[in-house]
């Protein structure tokens, strides 16, 4: 039992170029979400998902998009990467116990450098 | 909206000491989940606690306690005999237990341990 991994760990990217962070959980969680981490302000949720098919916006979705085709997967796309997007993003799973998210289980986190 | 403030971003307790690190979040709901979380230096993200708005009774995990005073919206942690491994970020977080989905954190709290 894997729990929830993420890759990769470490990123660096170039102004405007793209990338994917993947996500995976193999605990048949129906809610999984994104963090980003910054110093001082605590985790800030990005975007959600509540089943395959489903997502929503989070606190700060803005430069992130988000798909969920299986239970198992839910990668975070970055468009066109800038220097605000540079933090420690967060991948986490949790199963929906009485109607909402419970103890959520995360992943090991991905620090990105954009410059 | 809901919100969670932690008011301690940091703070400092000698080795086998106690230490209380507060919380408090705002709502108008009165069916939600709280939570405290650990960051040790590895960065993974652990559940310490959790209470469920509708018990009374404040939950106990060995060293680790809760004093939650739904009325006045505080969820404080009290860790007892405190050890080296206690050096952590402490999240505390909020979610409701149906509709938005959204999980709320803290900006945290950092506790270093003293030998």
């Known amino acids: 039992n894997a729990g929830v991994t993420q890759t990769p760990k470490f990123q660096v990217l170039k102004t405007g170029q793209s990338m994917t962070l993947q996500c995976a959980q193999d605990?048949?969680?129906?809610?999984m979400s994104w963090y980003r981490q910054d110093p001082g302000m605590g985790l800030r949720l990005i975007h959600y998902?509540?089943?395959?098919?489903?997502?929503d916006q989070g606190e700060v979705p803005n430069g992130y998009n988000v798909s969920r085709s299986t239970t198992e997967d839910f990668p975070l796309r970055l468009l066109s990467a800038a220097p605000s997007q540079t933090s420690v993003y967060f991948c986490a799973s949790s199963s929906l116990l009485a109607g909402g998210p419970y103890e959520q289980y995360f992943g090991p986190g991905t620090r990105l450098t954009v410059t | 909206a809901q919100t969670v403030t932690q008011s301690q971003p940091e703070m400092s307790v000698q080795e086998a000491e106690t230490v209380t690190l507060s919380c408090t979040y705002d709502t108008s709901e009165s069916n939600y989940y709280l939570f405290w979380y650990k960051q040790p230096p590895s960065r993974q993200m652990i559940l310490v606690i959790r209470q469920e708005a509708y018990k009374q009774q404040n939950a106990t995990e060995n060293r680790f306690s809760v004093n939650f005073q739904k009325a006045a919206k505080s969820f404080s942690l009290k860790i007892s005999d405190s050890q080296l491994g206690d050096t952590a970020m402490y999240f505390c977080a909020f979610t409701l237990t149906s509709g938005t989905y959204k999980y709320i954190f803290g900006t945290g709290t950092r506790l270093k341990v003293l030998a």
């Open positions: 998902s509540v089943g395959a098919g489903i997502t």
């Open positions: 605990m048949n969680h129906e809610y």
